[in-house]
């Protein structure tokens, strides 16, 4: 299936910004930017924001985004305790993969509809013409609360990591209040908001080389964590990966073992 000739045939007149004499792009053209203009305009989309991201810029926002430092350390402690040492490892591995096959599928489609729109437009051309509006009703609330819920995630759990590393440098003496935790947490969405107010020329020079930062770390930590943990100290396999040391009893009779059904997504 063609996405692109699908867009420009049942798209094309229902679009705000109509092009008369769409422009196609030639393999002769130098300028990367004309080329996607051009290809914007032969669907019939005018293009109108400044492209300030490089795709190293992108690439690095993409892994601020995903964080994974952050990620495992905010996330870590709960399939730990719901299900065990095994579950931490499988919900990792079996997320990352249905997170990787969603993804590959979200970058064939928007590469066919490379609009700023995104998924508005794509969930719209996608779909047929009688379901446009609740379709994109239903996208468009389940992004902004994905949003919401995804920023305040974030800014809750690195609120809870200053201030477990300031437990940490005062010995465990220090606890904080959950109104101290509140007040950073505000704090830091103040902050980051105003952050993302800058012009994108700016954030794109922040964020360029993050991907470094993030994957280096990553692998500091690895590394570090290996070569410092003695070898009487590490877990035999049957309890990384298997039904050793599971604390979720589903079996019915007291012994720890794997959760029947789909019941293991519940710590993921």
């Not at 299900?83 to 590959?104: D, E, K, N, R, Y």
Request: glycine share 8%; charged share 10%.
């Amino acid at each position: 299936m063609d996405f692109k000739t699908d867009f420009k045939a049942d798209f094309k007149n229902d679009s705000r910004d109509k092009v008369d004499e769409p422009v196609v792009s030639t393999p002769n053209d130098s300028s990367s930017d004309f080329d996607d203009d051009a290809a914007l305009r032969a669907l019939g989309y005018v293009p109108s924001f400044k492209r300030e991201f490089s795709n190293l810029s992108t690439i690095s926002f993409a892994f601020s985004i995903m964080g994974m430092c952050s990620s495992i350390s905010t996330t870590f402690d709960t399939p730990y305790v719901l299900g065990g040492p095994a579950a931490v490892v499988w919900c990792w591995i079996l997320g990352s993969t249905m997170c990787f096959t969603l993804g590959c599928s979200i970058a064939e489609i928007i590469s066919a509809y490379p609009t700023s729109g995104g998924l508005y437009m794509a969930s719209a051309s996608l779909c047929p013409k009688r379901y446009r509006a609740p379709v994109g009703w239903v996208v468009a609330w389940l992004n902004l609360l994905g949003q919401v819920a995804g920023v305040s995630s974030t800014e809750y759990g690195l609120s809870l990591m200053i201030w477990s590393a300031v437990s940490i440098c005062r010995d465990g003496t220090f606890h904080a209040s959950q109104g101290q935790v509140i007040g950073l947490f505000a704090g830091l969405l103040v902050l980051h908001g105003l952050l993302n107010c800058l012009p994108t020329k700016h954030l794109a020079f922040i964020t360029k080389y993050f991907v470094f930062v993030n994957v280096g770390t990553t692998l500091l930590i690895i590394i570090v964590l290996l070569a410092t943990t003695p070898r009487s100290a590490m877990n035999p396999p049957q309890m990384v990966f298997g039904t050793q040391g599971l604390s979720n009893g589903t079996s019915g009779d007291g012994i720890h073992s794997w959760p029947t059904g789909l019941a293991f997504l519940y710590v993921s």
